[in-house]
């Protein structure tokens, strides 16, 4: 299960980085293309964010004495 969180992980990260870019370098004209850009990007951002935060919940991390 981790695995296939982590995998959604990956894709929405990558997903916000590229539609965040595509929504960046719009053009002002292009309006319609900004408004869909950015709300994929805010899409990827959620979905990232979502599977980051399950991930790190599950983290074991050993304590030092």
């Given at each position: 299960?981790n ?13 916000f980085w ?10 002002i004209e ?5 408004v869909?850009?950015?709300l994929l990007?805010?899409?990827g951002?959620?979905?990232?964010m979502?599977a980051w ?8 991390v050993?304590?030092?004495?």
């Open positions: 299960m695995k296939m969180i982590a995998l959604i992980c990956v894709i929405s990260w990558s997903g590229a539609f965040g870019y595509l929504a960046l370098s719009a053009r292009d309006q319609s293309q900004m869909i850009a950015l990007a805010a899409l951002f959620f979905t990232g979502i935060l399950k991930l790190s919940r599950d983290v074991k050993p304590l030092q004495a």
